[in-house]
């Protein structure tokens, strides 16, 4: 082992699997070098990236591994037999299970959709994703006594105009994880986190735009990556950042119809008064 090997106090081995071309290779990348290729190649045989990241003045290395499934039969390295791919190979024990796949693919009135069926994937990657992930992981986390995060949204609990089928996929997400959580006892710990508007590309300016949200605060990815870290430690089964967005949940008790007077003021009634008063 080199000096800069045995500097990291933590190492950790991440293995990402996955059906061919769902983004494995783009994962790996985003992660060591902050790079995303549209026109990516299938992958032959593994790849590996390593990043090196401070976490509360720790070294933690991440090692990620990823192959392809396509590999496993047609590859010439599966053909020969070479010792890239290993057959078999079980790894070690699964302790975390992070659920975080999420995608909106539209943002605006329920009634302007012009072809339902197109957003069927928002359920498909927001809650099927979750479900067959935590599926197959459920035996190896029943013997580690392990744990499962899963990043829900605000949206869950709490009815925000025009994302009405996004909100139905987190909401779904939370029912599930709680129906799974009295199933699965105490031997697994299952944290649902429901986070307010985060800075990722799915709040990006075009999509808060035509949500009408430019004005709603974003908590940065950083902020929202430690409350989660910190809520993991402590075992939490529930979390909402920023901590304000808890108080609409009272809101949403003592007063619905006045709250939902608001919302629909706020991010239906009042953007037409705007865009009547600019044209
Ligand atoms: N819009 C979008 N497209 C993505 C994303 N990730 C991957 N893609 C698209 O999906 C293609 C395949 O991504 P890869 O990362 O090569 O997929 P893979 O899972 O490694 O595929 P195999 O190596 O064949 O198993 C890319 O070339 C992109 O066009 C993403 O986050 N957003
Ligand atoms: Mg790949």
Not at 15 to 44: Q, W
Not at 150 to 159: E, L, P
Not at 199 to 208: A, I, P, Y
Not at 259 to 270: C, E, P, R, V
């Amino acid at each position: 082992m080199d000096e800069q090997e045995t500097r990291e106090e933590y190492l950790f081995k991440i293995v990402v699997i996955g059906d061919s071309a769902v983004g494995k290779s783009n994962l790996l990348s985003r992660f060591a070098r902050d790079e995303f290729d549209a026109h990516s190649k299938a992958t032959i045989g593994v790849e590996f990236q390593t990043q090196v990241v401070e976490i509360d003045g720790k070294e933690v290395k991440a090692q990620m591994k990823t192959d392809s499934p396509e590999t496993r039969t047609d590859s010439p390295e599966m053909k020969t037999g070479s010792p890239v791919y290993r057959p078999g190979k079980t790894g070690g024990s699964v302790d975390f299970l992070v659920n975080n796949a999420a995608i909106s693919s539209f943002v605006g009135l329920f009634e302007d959709i012009t072809r339902v069926p197109d957003q069927t994937s928002v359920m498909d990657v927001n809650f099927w994703g979750s479900v067959y992930t935590t599926h197959f992981a459920l035996p190896h986390l029943r013997k580690s006594k392990g744990k499962i995060i899963t990043i829900c949204s605000c949206g869950s609990w709490f009815a925000t105009p025009r994302v009405s089928i996004y909100n139905a996929s987190k909401e779904a997400l939370l029912s599930f994880f709680e129906t799974l959580r009295i199933e699965v006892g105490s031997e697994i710990d299952i944290s649902v986190i429901t986070p307010g508007l985060v800075g990722t590309r799915l709040t990006n300016k075009e999509h808060t735009e035509k949500a009408n949200a430019q004005w709603v605060p974003k908590l940065s990815v950083e902020a929202c990556a430690k409350a989660i870290v910190s809520s993991a430690k402590r075992g939490d089964k529930y979390m909402t950042a920023p901590s304000w967005a808890k108080t609409l949940f009272l809101w949403k008790m003592l007063c619905p119809e006045i709250l939902n007077y608001i919302m629909h003021f706020a991010f239906i009634s009042w953007p037409k008064i705007l865009s009547k008063r600019n044209n």
